[in-house]
């Protein structure tokens, strides 16, 4: 990963005090958003959320798992203009299954304590976003990091 920890630190923050992302999938070259409760992975090599497999979300991502995420830490208030941030996470994904599925289900639980009956209904999968970079805008400057092993 070519990311100081400065930047490390400011992502966890991010990821840890925000609940939703926007997450971005496409069919038939259109675009779709949808809001979905999300939770990182202390590495920062995966972002998680939880989805019906009888959703246009989850057919698209089983169609093309290249996703893009959108967290940001807004206000609607004028300092957004100075401290607002917004990361892209983009990256692959896909249903997370066995011993992966149990590891990050963990994860999203220990964010999403109120939702981890609906983790564990029938006919959701858990999601795993394998992160293969994030930019990092703020309102003047755009920084992107590269996630790697």
Do not use: W
Request: negative net charge.
């Amino acid at each position: 990963m070519n990311i100081s920890q400065e930047t490390v630190d400011k992502l966890r923050i991010l990821f840890a005090s925000q609940q939703l992302a926007v997450l971005a999938t496409q069919s038939e070259g259109q675009p779709y958003c949808n809001l979905v409760a999300f939770a990182g992975t202390d590495d920062l090599k995966y972002l998680v959320f939880v989805t019906n497999r009888d959703t246009r979300k989850y057919a698209n991502i089983e169609r093309d798992g290249n996703v893009a995420l959108l967290i940001d830490n807004r206000t609607n208030r004028p300092s957004d203009l100075k401290t607002g941030i917004a990361v892209t996470a983009l990256g692959l994904a896909g249903e997370a299954l066995g011993d992966e599925r149990a590891r990050l289900a963990a994860v999203y639980s220990a964010k999403h304590p109120n939702l981890t009956d609906f983790l564990n209904s029938p006919g959701q999968a858990l999601i795993k976003v394998t992160t293969t970079c994030y930019v990092v805008a703020s309102f003047d400057s755009t920084q992107t990091i590269l996630i790697g092993d």
